[in-house]
C-alpha cells in the first residue's frame, strides 16, 4: 500500500455532539453536484469507483464509446450483460487491433483526464478504491485533504472507521480485482470499528442482487463474516447500483448500501453520535 498518501489533518479532528457523515459511491465520472457532496458535514466519505468506461444505461458514453462508437459499445454491452465474456474480450481485441493503438496507453490517457476533473471536484475527505479504479494513476490527482484508505483504520471524533477498497475477482475483469484471499486480509487488518466502509458489500443476496441488471454481484464473505464476530454499528458500502434492498440487518449492524451518485447526484447523509 505504499501509493496510499496521507496528508492526516481528518485523524486530529473533533467533532462535538452529532457527527454528520456525507458519503458517496459509484461516482463514475459525474463530476457534477460532487464538489456539493461535501457541503454541510463533518466527515466526507468517498466509496470508489471513479472512473466510466463503459455505461450500461448509455452506451454513447464512457471510454469505450469514445474510442469505438456507441455501436460498438451497445455491442459490447449486450455481450457482457448475456455473460458471453469470451466473445466479449475478443470483439474488443478485434476493435483495437483496427484501430492499431495500444490499450493500455489510451485507457491511461483517458482514465487520467477523467481522474483530472473528478479529483478537483472532490471533497476534502477520506477516499477508498472501487473495483473499476486504477489506484496507480490517484497519487498524481489528489489535492490537499483528501487521504486515500484502504486496509486500514482511521479514528475521527473519537470514532473508529475501518477501509476495504478495491473488488474480487470477476469475469468483467475489472481493474482492481484482487483474490479472495488478499481481500480477507485486508478485513481481518482491521481490528474492531464502529463504522465499517468497504466499496463492495457484504455477502447477502439481498444486497448483492441487482434487479434491472438481473444478477447477483460478487460480495465478499470475508466482510460478511468479520459483521457477524464485530458488530459495528454501520456497515456501508456500493457497488450494487439498483440493489434488492439498500439497508439489510447483520444482528446490530446496519449494513447500507449508499447509493449510485452517478445517477443520484447527492451524498448519502449519516448521523452518528
Known amino acids: 500500500r505504499d501509493h496510499l498518501p496521507r496528508s492526516g489533518p481528518l485523524r486530529h479532528r473533533t467533532v462535538r455532539g452529532l457527527m454528520r457523515i456525507h458519503l458517496v459511491s459509484d461516482v463514475h465520472n459525474r463530476t457534477q453536484g460532487l464538489a456539493a457532496a461535501g457541503v454541510g458535514c463533518d466527515l466526507f466519505i468517498c466509496l470508489?469507483?471513479?472512473?466510466?468506461?463503459?455505461?450500461?444505461?448509455?452506451?454513447?458514453?464512457?471510454?469505450?464509446?469514445?474510442v469505438f462508437g456507441p455501436d460498438n459499445a451497445r455491442r459490447y454491452i449486450e455481450l457482457r450483460s448475456q455473460l458471453r465474456f469470451d466473445e466479449a474480450r475478443t470483439f474488443a481485441r478485434e476493435l483495437w487491433e483496427a484501430v492499431g493503438a495500444e490499450p493500455w496507453t489510451v485507457i491511461s490517457e483517458k482514465v487520467n483526464a477523467q481522474y483530472a476533473a473528478l479529483f478537483a471536484a472532490m471533497p476534502e475527505g477520506l477516499l477508498t478504491y472501487g473495483n473499476v479504479d486504477v489506484p496507480a494513476l490517484w497519487a498524481s490527482h489528489l489535492r490537499p485533504g483528501h487521504e486515500v484508505v484502504d486496509g486500514t483504520t482511521v479514528d475521527v471524533g473519537g470514532i473508529r472507521f475501518g477501509f476495504v477498497g478495491g473488488g474480487l475477482r470477476t469475469p468483467m475483469r475489472t481493474p482492481f480485482e484482487?483474490?479472495?484471499?488478499?481481500?480477507?486480509?485486508?478485513?481481518?487488518?482491521?481490528?474492531?470499528?464502529?463504522?465499517?466502509?468497504?466499496?463492495?458489500?457484504?455477502?447477502?443476496?439481498?444486497?448483492?442482487?441487482d434487479v434491472v441488471a438481473r444478477r447477483l454481484e460478487r460480495g465478499s464473505q470475508a466482510l460478511r463474516e468479520y459483521i457477524e464476530d464485530i458488530q459495528p454499528a454501520f456497515a456501508l458500502h456500493g457497488h450494487v447500483h439498483q440493489p434488492l434492498t439498500s439497508r439489510v440487518s447483520i444482528g446490530r449492524t446496519q449494513v447500507v448500501n449508499v447509493g449510485h451518485f452517478r445517477s443520484r447526484g447527492r451524498p448519502y447523509v449519516l448521523d452518528l453520535g
Request: glycine share 8%.
Open 48 to 66: 470508489g469507483d471513479l472512473v466510466l468506461f463503459l455505461d450500461y444505461d448509455d452506451p454513447g458514453d464512457g471510454i469505450f464509446a469514445e
Open 178 to 209: 484482487i483474490t479472495d484471499e488478499e481481500y480477507a486480509a485486508k478485513v481481518a487488518a482491521l481490528g474492531p470499528v464502529d463504522v465499517l466502509c468497504a466499496h463492495i458489500p457484504p455477502a447477502v443476496p439481498e444486497c448483492t442482487y
